[in-house]
C-alpha cells in the first residue's frame, strides 16, 4: 500500500495550483479539510479540553478519514503534515503515523453517518466518567446529542474493545463519555463535533459543581423533557436559504 500513498505535499500542491491553477476539486477539498482540522484540534488545547498531545481530531473526506498524528503537538502540525487513511485503516496519504485512537474513529465512521469526530481528555467529563453509568440529565442541552450521555466501559486505549464499548455507549446518540479516559463526539461537520464536544464538558462541570452543594441535591429534567428539548433544538439557529 505504501507505493500507493501519496505525500501530502502533492495534495497542497494540487490544491494551490501547482497541477491545475485555480481548479478546485478532491485535492482543493482535502487541503482545506486538513487546515479545519488542524485548527480544530488546536482548539481543543486553548480551550483546555486536552493537554499535550492527547485527544484527537478526525474528518472524513469521501473514502479517505483525515486524523491527527500520534505524539505530534498540534502547533507544530503543517499544511504538509496530512494523514489519511482509507474506512480499513491503510495509510493513504502521509507519512506521519495516524492516532493511536484510530479505531474509535474508523468505527464512527463505519457504523454512522458521521463526517467529523473529536476526542478529548476534557477534565470535568473525564471526572464524570469515574463516578456514574450516565451522566444525569443536568440540562437539556442532552438533547442535542440525544439524550442521557452513557459511559463507555473502560477498554485499553487504541484497542477493538475501547472501539466497540464506544459504539454500543453511542447508540442513538452522538456523544459519550469514555470511563476513566474522557470523551467522543461526532457530527455532520468538525464545527458540529466540537460545538457537542464543549457542550459535553459543560453539562458534566454544572453536574459537578451542582452536586457538590453539601445537603442538597440537584434537580434532575427527566427523559420526555430532554426530548422535547431534543426535537426543538433540531430547528434551533438560523435556516440556510
Same mark, same amino acid.
Given at each position: 500500500?505504501?507505493?500507493?500513498?501519496?505525500?501530502?505535499?502533492?495534495?497542497?500542491?494540487?490544491?494551490?495550483?501547482?497541477?491545475?491553477?485555480?481548479?478546485?476539486?478532491?485535492?482543493?477539498?482535502?487541503?482545506?479539510?486538513? +487546515?479545519?482540522?488542524?485548527?480544530?484540534?488546536?482548539?481543543?488545547?486553548? +480551550?483546555?479540553?486536552?493537554?499535550?498531545?492527547?485527544?484527537?481530531?478526525?474528518?472524513?473526506?469521501?473514502?479517505?478519514?483525515?486524523?491527527?498524528?500520534?505524539?505530534?503537538?498540534?502547533?507544530?502540525?503543517?499544511?504538509? +503534515?496530512?494523514?489519511?487513511?482509507?474506512? +480499513?485503516?491503510?495509510?493513504?496519504?502521509?507519512?506521519?503515523?495516524?492516532?493511536?485512537?484510530?479505531?474509535?474513529?474508523?468505527?464512527?465512521?463505519?457504523?454512522?453517518?458521521?463526517?467529523?469526530?473529536?476526542?478529548?481528555?476534557?477534565?470535568?467529563?473525564?471526572?464524570?466518567?469515574?463516578?456514574?453509568?450516565?451522566?444525569?440529565?443536568?440540562?437539556?442541552?442532552?438533547?442535542?446529542?440525544?439524550?442521557?450521555?452513557?459511559?463507555?466501559?473502560?477498554?485499553?486505549?487504541?484497542?477493538?474493545?475501547?472501539?466497540?464499548?464506544?459504539?454500543?455507549?453511542?447508540?442513538?446518540?452522538?456523544?459519550?463519555?469514555?470511563?476513566?479516559?474522557?470523551?467522543?463526539?461526532?457530527?455532520?461537520?468538525?464545527?458540529?463535533?466540537?460545538?457537542?464536544?464543549?457542550?459535553?464538558?459543560?453539562?458534566?462541570?454544572?453536574?459537578?459543581?451542582?452536586?457538590?452543594?453539601?445537603?442538597?441535591?440537584?434537580?434532575?429534567?427527566?427523559?420526555?423533557?430532554?426530548?422535547?428539548?431534543?426535537?426543538?433544538?433540531?430547528?434551533?439557529?438560523?435556516?440556510?436559504?
Amino acid at each position: 500500500m505504501a507505493e500507493q500513498r501519496r505525500d501530502a505535499r502533492d495534495v497542497r500542491e494540487d490544491a494551490q495550483g501547482g497541477r491545475g491553477r485555480g481548479a478546485p476539486g478532491a485535492a482543493g477539498e482535502m487541503a482545506a479539510a486538513w +487546515d479545519e482540522l488542524v485548527a480544530t484540534a488546536r482548539r481543543t488545547v486553548s +480551550d483546555g479540553l486536552v493537554v499535550g498531545t492527547s485527544g484527537n481530531v478526525s474528518v472524513r473526506v469521501g473514502d479517505t478519514v483525515l486524523v491527527t498524528p500520534t505524539g505530534v503537538p498540534y502547533e507544530r502540525l503543517t499544511p504538509g +503534515d496530512a494523514v489519511g487513511v482509507d474506512l +480499513d485503516g491503510r495509510q493513504v496519504l502521509g507519512s506521519l503515523r495516524p492516532t493511536s485512537e484510530l479505531p474509535m474513529h474508523l468505527a464512527v465512521y463505519r457504523t454512522t453517518g458521521a463526517r467529523a469526530v473529536v476526542h478529548t481528555h476534557a477534565v470535568h467529563a473525564t471526572a464524570v466518567s469515574t463516578l456514574v453509568r450516565e451522566l444525569p440529565l443536568i440540562h437539556y442541552m442532552a438533547g442535542a446529542v440525544g439524550g442521557a450521555v452513557r459511559v463507555a466501559p473502560y477498554a485499553t486505549y487504541g484497542t477493538p474493545e475501547l472501539a466497540e464499548n464506544m459504539l454500543r455507549a453511542l447508540t442513538d446518540r452522538t456523544a459519550c463519555l469514555l470511563q476513566n479516559h474522557g470523551t467522543i463526539a461526532h457530527g455532520a461537520s468538525l464545527a458540529e463535533a466540537y460545538d457537542r464536544t464543549a457542550q459535553l464538558e459543560w453539562m458534566c462541570r454544572v453536574w459537578l459543581t451542582a452536586s457538590s452543594v453539601p445537603g442538597l441535591s440537584p434537580t434532575l429534567l427527566t427523559p420526555e423533557q430532554v426530548a422535547e428539548a431534543g426535537e426543538r433544538l433540531r430547528g434551533y439557529g438560523q435556516r440556510r436559504k
